[in-house]
């Protein structure tokens, strides 16, 4: 089995640029991580902020604050990539996050930290709305799941990287360390041409070509087949595209049937996502072991929980595009289900009868938990959101969708720890559980199969 299927000769340069624009998610995924240790060390009397140890409210200010930027940062990047492009953009949404990493280096209060999640969320909403469509414009339908399945697994595995190096490593030397990774995807995205949907929507054809060309790793040395096999495919898209903006979007686009049900489904992807307890376990790790009393250090736990999301990353980049989005959704939906339920009713025995151990019992269900959302709930909304839509609303709905993934992040991360503290984690995980529990017959249901679609097919 060939990983992903990047083994054809024509994908060679959509793998390299797909890696290339990848380097800002793995680095806002260093950012998610960082926050598990951080917390942490924020709440210990060792921490180096004014004020000492923070309270649980600081830091729920602390987590939540990138959503409120990742907010800010969805609304302006579709209009920077309306005038300037999707790679430029992407080269802009690079300098806020490393002003993040700047921030946490030299902060010395919790108002400080906050600021710093803040304009780190700035990058991660714009790459959450504009990275999927950069890649949805230059990748082969053929491969179209896989090359959008890397997004995800460079993002949890820049968690992981964080919490290895947040346990072991000196705070300041992470912050620095970090920094780095942004300001070399800048200046690596230099050499990328723009997508040859942009290139088409501004009249430059020239330029279009040849940045299909190029994507399709396709060159003067190339057989005259492949040539012409690139060449057709342009004037496909020229003629996709220039049908596309002959009208302007007027508010009836958004009430086709096709289009009323790719967006309410997709709003609910983004419900699923928010409130399936992947984002908070992932979030919170550290703070949640705190309060199970486990005896498993924290910070071991934490590694362990996020290698597993890569491993389940992992796994649905390799079935996405050959069992289907809607079998790995189903089957996601079902083992989350299963999990947390295990997990909130050992909750409530840790919480009935204290001093019930079984330290290895809680990071196992919360391994499962996050496993199995992984193969599914946690991922492929970065896939469907640009394949459940006409291509004419595309964009519009990515926008749309991800101001709600904001909001519904920033109310998860804001009540999670002091609803923990007040109900217990039990009733939290009871929560996440009845909504993976809906979700399945939601998905079993109603949700279509998008594998292979063209996504110029509607125009």
């Not at 299927?5 to 800002?24: D, P, R, Y």
């Not at 802009?92 to 710093?116: C, D």
């Not at 968690?159 to 800048?186: D, E, K, Q, R, T």
Request: hydrophobic fraction near 50%; glycine fraction near 10%; include cysteine.
């Amino acid at each position: 089995m060939k990983l992903f299927k990047f083994c054809g000769k024509s994908t060679k340069n959509q793998f390299i640029a797909t890696g290339i624009v990848n380097l800002l998610a793995f680095s806002h995924g260093l950012g998610l991580g960082w926050s598990s240790p951080a917390v942490q060390y924020f709440a210990s009397k060792s921490t180096h902020l004014k004020g000492g140890p923070s309270s649980p409210s600081e830091l729920s200010w602390i987590g939540a604050s990138i959503t409120l930027g990742a907010l800010i940062g969805t609304i302006f990047a579709g209009s920077f990539a309306n005038c300037m492009g999707k790679k430029r953009t992407l080269m802009i949404l690079a300098l806020p996050n490393f002003g993040f990493w700047v921030l946490t280096y030299f902060a010395i209060s919790v108002k400080e930290i906050i600021i710093g999640r803040f304009i780190g969320g700035i990058t991660g909403g714009g790459i959450f709305r504009i990275l999927s469509l950069y890649i949805a414009d230059i990748a082969e339908n053929n491969i179209r799941g896989g090359l959008g399945s890397i997004f995800p697994l460079v993002m949890y595995t820049g968690m992981l990287i964080m919490f290895i190096m947040g346990s072991y490593i000196n705070y300041f030397v992470v912050s620095g360390l970090s920094a780095i990774i942004p300001i070399l995807a800048y200046f690596l995205m230099f050499r990328l041409p723009e997508t040859p949907h942009f290139l088409i929507q501004r009249n430059k054809f020239d330029e279009a070509i040849k940045s299909l060309k190029f994507y399709r790793t396709c060159h003067a040395e190339s057989s005259v087949e492949e040539i012409k096999k690139v060449e057709d495919e342009f004037e496909m898209m020229k003629i996709a595209i220039q049908n596309a903006n002959s009208e302007n979007v007027q508010w009836k686009d958004f009430m086709t049937k096709k289009a009323k049900k790719g967006m309410t489904f997709g709003i609910f992807l983004v419900f699923l996502l928010a409130f399936s307890g992947n984002t908070v376990i992932m979030q919170y790790t550290a703070f949640i072991f705190g309060i199970t009393g486990s005896s498993l250090p924290p910070n071991e736990a934490s590694i362990i929980i996020a290698a597993m999301q890569v491993i389940g990353i992992l796994i649905m980049g390799l079935l996405v595009d050959r069992i289907g989005r809607r079998k790995l959704m189903i089957i996601s939906c079902i083992g989350s289900t299963i999990a947390l339920t295990l997990m909130a009713i050992y909750l409530c025995c840790t919480e009935t009868w204290t001093g019930l151990g079984g330290a290895w019992i809680s990071v196992f269900l919360l391994t499962q938990i996050i496993l199995f959302n992984s193969l599914g709930i946690s991922t492929l909304l970065f896939v469907m959101c640009v394949e459940i839509v006409p291509f004419k609303i595309r964009e519009y709905f990515a926008l749309i969708s991800m101001i709600f993934v904001s909001v519904f992040m920033f109310i998860t991360l804001k009540a999670f720890p002091q609803t923990a503290v007040a109900l217990g984690l039990s009733t939290c995980f009871w929560f996440f559980a009845s909504i993976c529990g809906i979700g399945v017959f939601i998905l079993f249901f109603f949700m279509p199969e998008t594998m292979g679609k063209d996504l110029l097919a509607d125009q």
